[in-house]
T-cell receptor
Framework: DVKVTQSSRYLVKRTGEKVFLECVQD?????MFWYRQDPGLGLRLIYF???????EKGDIPEGYSVSREKKERFSLILESASTNQTSMYLC??????????FGPGTRLTVT | QKEVEQDPGPLSVPEGAIVSLNCTYS??????FMWYRQYSRKGPELLMY????GNKEDGRFTAQVDKSSKYISLFIRDSQPSDSATYLC?????????????FGKGTKLSVIP
């Protein structure tokens, strides 16, 4: 079974803090993704990576950065958290882009 | 026009009913069609995917793609309370450098015992 784990299920941070969300997959997948999910807006792609040290912007990269130093780990960084970044953050990995396996999600609240 | 349209529901059916979930799309380049199921407070899980047109069956689930109408469906037979979840359709074109899925916003399904 594919396993995608995320570092926290729930996180509360203050405005202006730097926030790190970690994602680890155990299936040697090339591709990894970060999404956010908001009511009424659905899933929106923030960043993705198709290889170690490679990254590409998705639809809503502003205010975020990513890091992929090892194949199994993909980190999402909120440089200076703002209240409009309160959301559910979902990481996914995939051997092929159409076959994505999601982690359990991190519900981030920025106050 | 949004690329993928999906009725958000909620859809409420009695146990044992046949459920039909649908998405329409506008991009004729889409070739991969996926259905994901998401339980409350969990990440989506891939249910099925279909390449190009046609039907695919997996147990009580059948995915159907009609590219001429730009319409995809997921049928659930003999629905169970455990099928209560949000169902997301997703699509992708076949381009080699294409890494993004386009998701519908999901339909929330409740199966009442």
């Amino acid at each position: 079974d594919v396993k995608v784990t995320q570092s926290s299920r729930y996180l509360v941070k203050r405005t202006g803090e730097k926030v790190f969300l970690e994602c680890v997959q155990d299936m040697d997948h090339e591709n990894m993704f970060w999404y956010r999910q908001d009511p009424g807006l659905g899933l929106r792609l923030i960043y993705f990576s198709y290889d170690v040290k490679m990254k590409e912007k998705g639809d809503i990269p502003e205010g975020y950065s990513v890091s992929r130093e090892k194949k199994e780990r993909f980190s999402l960084i909120l440089e200076s958290a703002s209240t409009n970044q309160t959301s559910m953050y979902l990481c996914a990995s995939s051997p092929q882009v159409h076959e994505q396996y999601f982690g359990p999600g991190t519900r981030l609240t920025v106050t | 026009q949004k690329e993928v349209e999906q009725d958000p529901g909620p859809l409420s059916v009695p146990e044992g009913a046949i459920v039909s979930l649908n998405c329409t799309y506008s991009n004729s380049a889409f070739q991969y069609f996926m259905w994901y199921r998401q339980y409350s407070r969990k990440g989506p899980e891939l249910l099925m995917y279909t390449y190009s047109s046609g039907n695919k069956e997996d147990g009580r689930f059948t995915a159907q793609v009609d590219k001429s109408s730009k319409y995809i469906s997921l049928f659930i037979r003999d629905s169970q309370p455990s099928d209560s979840a949000t169902y997301l359709c997703a699509m992708k074109d076949s381009g080699a450098g294409s890494y993004q899925l386009t998701f519908g916003k999901g339909t929330k399904l409740s199966v009442i015992p």
